[in-house]
């Protein structure tokens, strides 16, 4: 059990500017989610994919987000544009199915815009 | 709306002595509670689960919980703590459906004092 694994940890890039995030997690999860986590913020969900199905977003995803998992393995999410607001902690959780498989997480990604 | 309330930002607490992160949660038929750990710059590590049965719940590092469906409550305990436990605890709740998304709480700092 290798862990779920994010790459980048950090990342800065300057307002308007595309960015990236890659998500790796546990090899026989099958559900994968992503949360946003602001300074003194607990996470809030913004998507949920079973295998490579996106089958929720949240309203907090707008136009500018973009998420992938592309033969149900990895994934990707990808913010168009960014803003000074996008500066947060993304997080990445991956679990079996049952719902009481419980969610584990990935160190993140903390994205600062400048 | 599903919510969880963590009244506490932040509980100081001498080495060696019991402390209680507080939390509560929003009125469901059926809900599993979950409490997650984080240290700084790190993703959330689970602590304990509760899903159904006995209402008092062990986790790792020497935490329990105990869930009070009248009050809902899930309230987090540990009877003496060290050093090593300061960090930041985040009570979750899912209130099921087809995603199993996590609602997090606001958080809570445990600052353990020498």
């Known amino acids: 059990d290798t862990g779920v694994s994010q790459d980048p940890r950090h990342k800065i890039t300057k307002r308007g500017q595309n960015v990236t995030f890659r998500c790796d997690p546990i090899?026989?999860?099958?559900?994968l989610y992503w949360y946003r986590q602001t300074l003194g913020q607990g996470p809030e969900f913004l998507t949920y994919?079973?295998?490579?199905?996106?089958?929720?977003k949240s309203r907090l995803l707008s136009d500018r987000f973009s998420a992938e998992r592309p033969k149900g393995s990895f994934s990707t999410l990808e913010i168009q544009r960014t803003e000074q607001g996008d500066s947060a902690m993304y997080l990445c959780?991956?679990?079996?199915?049952?719902?009481?498989?419980?969610?584990?997480f990935g160190d993140g990604t903390r994205l600062s815009i400048l | 709306a599903q919510s969880v309330t963590q009244l506490d930002s932040q509980v100081p607490v001498f080495e060696e002595a019991p402390v209680e992160l507080r939390c509560n949660y929003s009125?469901?038929?059926?809900?599993?509670l979950f409490w997650y750990v984080q240290y700084p710059n790190q993703g959330l590590q689970l602590l304990l689960k509760?899903?159904?049965?006995?209402?008092l719940v062990k986790g790792i590092n020497g935490f329990e919980a105990e869930f009070n469906k009248s009050q809902t409550s899930f309230h987090l305990r540990k009877p003496s703590v060290h050093i090593s436990d300061t960090a930041e605890y985040f009570c979750?709740?899912?209130?099921?459906?087809?995603?199993?998304?996590?609602?997090f709480g606001t958080g809570t700092l445990l600052a353990v004092q020498p």
């Open positions: 959780a991956s679990s079996l199915s049952g719902r009481d498989q419980p969610q584990h």
């Open positions: 090899s026989e999860h099958n559900r």
């Open positions: 994919f079973q295998n490579e199905a996106q089958l929720e």
């Open positions: 009125s469901s038929v059926s809900v599993y």
């Open positions: 509760y899903l159904s049965g006995s209402t």
């Open positions: 979750a709740v899912s209130y099921g459906g087809a995603t199993n998304k996590l609602i």
